[in-house]
């Protein structure tokens, strides 16, 4: 390791200065922990790509010469960035690793301060399943590496971020669009799509801001198409163009995938079970399946508990800006993945971009019931049972 992975740590822990909004030692702790805890994962991922094929390699050794072609966005952008970085600053295989795992550091403290906002917000203490989730090895893991995952994550939630409080924080909204456009141009299309439309319906948005930034989203939304259509070689508005696309993404999947194509030949609601639930302890394959599956009994808890109250996530979709766009971003990213991924691998880790979207609505529900049971358990004692109720009269 050289100065540039000690730059890289401590770009990790400069993260501490954002995270927290009320400043106490339990906050403190949980910090330092999810610190301490991807610094770890990083030089595990690293160990890890030794003996096996990553796409890690690819960015960092450019073994075809990408960086010699002409420049573009997602792939192409990445390896032209870290090609430049190593021209520039030098650096090994593994100091890439801990500088890459800064930006994954910053994305999962910015999900950890979104939560912390949203009990602020709500009233009520910060339940300790929020730690549990905050914790979960799957975001620890995909990325902690020198690829796109990071980047990706961090730009997903600053975008939620930013819409909790958007009259300050618009210009954040704007870094995370641009980001995303960086490493996956259509990501950065769907996310100006679902926030112009978290726009138009429900309330809490002023008249006036709401035409302006629908004006803005829609200018964003048709120069991020033609961005789209550049870096993707596709008509957007020809639906037999996109229809192509997919076909010849699904037959380089299937390729990818060896015999029998992998998850691309299967229906589409088998692949949207693949993507949010699997692998779940009987397709498990070694530690790795099994860290999975564990962190997929939660997704099929949160799936459950948002069925189950399904009528607060609606009114707080009506009322609350965050929440209609987490929910439409979430929707239409689990639509784009169940159509676009091939292997159980893959889909863990490109879900990982919708993981903010998810843990915010599921939060907000979640802590909204859980103060409804406490409210009701508390007037339950104060109110007695008037079949309980002592007899005082004088006999």
């Known amino acids: 390791m ?17 995270g927290m909004v009320v400043r106490d030692n339990r906050k403190l702790g949980l910090f330092v922990a999810i610190i301490v805890a991807h610094a770890i994962t990083s030089a595990l991922y690293y160990y890890y790509v030794q003996n096996s094929d990553a796409d890690t390699k690819l ?27 190593k021209s520039q600053i030098g650096g090994s295989y593994f100091d890439y690793f801990l500088l890459f795992q800064a930006i994954g550091v910053w994305g999962i403290v910015l999900l950890a301060r979104i939560l912390e906002e949203l009990t602020i917000v709500l009233d009520e203490p910060w339940p300790p399943l929020l730690t549990i989730m905050v914790m979960m090895p799957g975001m620890y893991f995909w990325t902690s590496a020198i690829s796109k995952d990071g980047p990706l994550f961090f730009a997903c939630a600053l975008a939620l971020w930013a819409t909790m409080a958007l009259s300050r924080r618009w210009a954040w909204m704007g870094v995370a669009v641009v980001l995303m456009m960086l490493f996956r141009p259509h990501v950065a299309l769907l996310s100006m799509i679902a926030f112009a439309l978290a726009l138009v319906a429900g309330r809490g948005v002023a008249t006036s801001v709401r035409v302006m930034l629908v004006g803005l989203s829609a200018v964003a939304v048709i120069a991020l198409a033609g961005t ?21 993404q699904s037959a380089v999947a ?7 194509g992998g998850i691309v030949t ?29 962190q997929n009994i939660f997704m099929v808890y949160a799936t459950f508990l948002l069925i189950r109250e399904f009528r607060v996530w609606r009114a707080m979709f009506r009322e609350s800006l965050p929440i209609r766009f987490a929910t439409l971003f979430l929707a239409g990213m689990v639509l784009m993945l169940s159509v676009m991924y091939y292997n159980v691998g893959l889909g863990l880790r490109q879900r990982e971009m919708f993981t903010p979207a998810l843990y915010l609505i599921f ?26 109720v002592p007899d005082l009269r004088r006999n």
């Open 363 to 388: 939060c907000s529900v979640y802590i909204v019931k859980r103060g409804q049971r406490a409210v009701a358990a508390r007037d339950s004692r104060l109110v007695p049972d008037p079949g309980n």
């Open 228 to 248: 789209v259509q550049a870096s993707l070689r596709i008509d957007l508005s020809s639906v037999g163009s996109i229809a192509s696309y997919v076909d010849n």
């Open 266 to 294: 299967l229906p589409l609601p088998v692949k949207l079970f693949s993507l949010l639930y699997r692998p779940f302890f009987f397709d498990a394959g070694g530690i790795f399946g099994l860290v999975a599956s564990v």
């Open 59 to 85: 960015y960092y050794y450019d073994p075809y010469g990408f960086y010699s072609q002409p420049f573009s966005l997602g792939t192409i952008f990445l390896i032209y960035l870290v090609q430049w970085l």
């Open 2 to 18: 050289s100065l540039v992975g000690v730059a890289g740590l401590l770009l990790g822990l400069l993260a501490l200065s954002w």
């Open 254 to 260: 299937a390729n990818a995938s060896g015999t029998g």
